[in-house]
């Protein structure tokens, strides 16, 4: 995405990102590949799941409108493309929905040992299937309601959100966060989703994290959080 800086915050009115056709042609370029990176996985982790994702052959951040085009494609695909690191592959994009506490804290959670990026900090968070889209179109406040709902067991529906977007562009993942404000303090939505997690049978986050503006996140956490979390607590 041209005239974008890595790991700096932009705002974000509206997103637009429509669904085509067709498999992208990074994909079929790098199936062999894409399946021996596969096995090597599946060999390290069993339980993984190939289930169905979106990459974006374009996109593009103009006067405030994020738009793209997403082609449809498996779990697979997107763990080669995380080892890829060259500059012409497609655009991840993704939703963030940020839970705040009533005393301006902010939850993060770290992924559990059965997944991909076991040990991993970030916000509650997924990438986009086929229940987020809505008429060829992606619905990304669908997508935060739903994956929130699913790693915490907190419905972001009970807290007053940020009508727009704060964008972060990292290593062609374009990483969109909307900020959800709770009448709950740290102490109470931590204890929610600890006691939602102990009752999972295979829970997507082994611990939950309140951090504040005297806390720092580490190398655990992706640079594009990391960004956003020292934007938000410095604004």
């Known amino acids: 995405m041209q005239n974008t800086d890595p790991n700096k915050i932009y705002p974000v009115l509206d997103v637009r990102v429509l669904v085509e056709a067709g498999e992208p042609d990074y994909v079929v370029s790098n199936r062999q590949a894409i399946d021996e990176n596969w096995q ?3 060999a390290t982790n069993p339980a993984l799941y190939d289930g169905e994702i979106f990459l974006a052959s374009r996109a593009e951040l103009c006067d405030g409108i994020l738009s793209a085009s997403y082609q449809r494609s498996t779990f697979r695909s997107l763990l080669y493309w995380r080892k890829d690191n060259s500059r012409d592959k497609p655009f ?42 809505v008429d060829g179109q992606v619905d990304f406040a669908a997508n935060a309601r739903r994956e929130v709902l699913e790693e915490t067991g907190i419905d972001l529906t009970d807290a007053t959100r940020t009508g727009d977007y704060t964008l972060v562009v990292s290593a062609r993942n374009l990483a969109l966060f909307r900020c959800y404000y709770f009448d709950r303090t740290a102490d109470q939505l931590q204890a929610q989703a600890l006691e939602f997690i102990a009752e999972q049978k295979l829970p997507e986050l082994s611990r939950v994290i309140m951090i504040g503006q005297d806390d720092t996140l580490d190398e655990r956490s992706p640079a594009y959080i990391r960004s956003f979390t020292d934007w938000y607590f410095k604004r």
Do not use: R
């Open 92 to 133: 991840h994009i993704f939703g963030s929905g940020v839970i705040v506490s009533s005393d301006n804290k902010l939850l993060l959670g770290q992924m559990a040992a059965h997944h991909a990026v076991a040990g991993s900090i970030y916000f509650p968070a997924g990438s986009n299937d086929d229940q987020d889209i």
């Open 40 to 42: 090597y996985e599946l």
